[in-house]
């Protein structure tokens, strides 16, 4: 069975900071890795995804990469604002219609 | 555009007692999923539905039952909610088309069981 580890589970950092999220994967057979954004309260808000034959994907201030072989992805998010706040969930695709997701991390970006 | 909404937004409900939860997307999608999400832990897929008329165990099916009443609609049935089911409930749903597939998800159910 495919687990799926972020680390850490909290973070917390000063406004304009470039940081990076991890996630980790224990069966490198994926067909996808996707990145997403939950806001306390709310659903699950697609952020990236990266298909196996992708190295990275980028959308404005993030960028999320892909290492298969080493089962890691992260993702860069630069000059990080307090409107960044809430948690990324990663999750990977191991078949059709199988989605495993993280725990997730969450963000607190202080003013 | 809604994309995927549910019902109820909260509910408590007690030992023993039923209730189903609704789910609806007006994306023309073909795959529909419910899945729990429980503090410390991600997103576990009960029950999914690949087509209209189709539906599928997930990782953790015990204690749910499912029917994909049409193409947008796709609900949940706890037919003895028991205190373990306490958890929130998300919808999602997908065109589920090739290595691109992404998912929409809905807000959420918030479910206590007593």
């Known amino acids: 069975k495919q687990e799926v580890t972020q680390i850490p589970a909290a973070l917390s950092v000063p406004e304009g900071e470039n940081l990076v999220l991890n996630c980790s994967f224990t069966?490198?057979?994926?067909?996808?890795l996707q990145w997403f954004r939950q806001d306390p309260g709310k659903g699950l808000t697609s952020l990236l995804l990266?298909?196996?034959?992708?190295r990275e994907q980028t959308s404005g201030r993030l960028n999320a990469s892909l290492d298969k072989s080493s089962g890691r992805s992260t993702l860069y998010i630069a000059a990080s604002q307090p409107g960044d706040s809430a948690t990324y969930l990663c999750?990977?695709?191991?078949?059709?219609?199988?989605?495993?997701f993280g725990s997730g991390t969450k963000l607190n970006v202080k003013p | 555009n809604a994309g995927v909404t549910q019902t109820p937004k909260f509910q408590v409900l007690k030992t023993g007692q039923s209730m189903t939860l609704q789910c609806a997307q007006d994306?023309?999608?073909?795959?529909m999923y419910w899945y729990r999400q429980d503090p410390g832990m991600g997103l576990r897929l009960i029950y999914y539905s690949a087509s209209e008329g189709t539906t599928d165990k997930g990782e953790v099916p015990n204690g749910y039952n499912v029917s994909r009443l049409n193409k947008r609609e796709f609900s949940l049935r706890l037919e003895s909610a028991a205190p373990s089911q306490t958890s929130v409930y998300f919808c999602?749903?997908?065109?589920?088309?090739?290595?691109?597939?992404?998912?929409?998800f809905g807000p959420g159910t918030r479910l206590l069981v007593l």
């Open positions: 999602a749903s997908s065109d589920g088309q090739g290595t691109q597939e992404t998912q929409y």
């Open positions: 990266i298909q196996s034959s992708q």
């Open positions: 999750a990977v695709r191991p078949g059709f219609n199988k989605f495993y």
């Open positions: 994306m023309n999608h073909n795959s």
């Open positions: 069966d490198s057979a994926i067909y996808n």
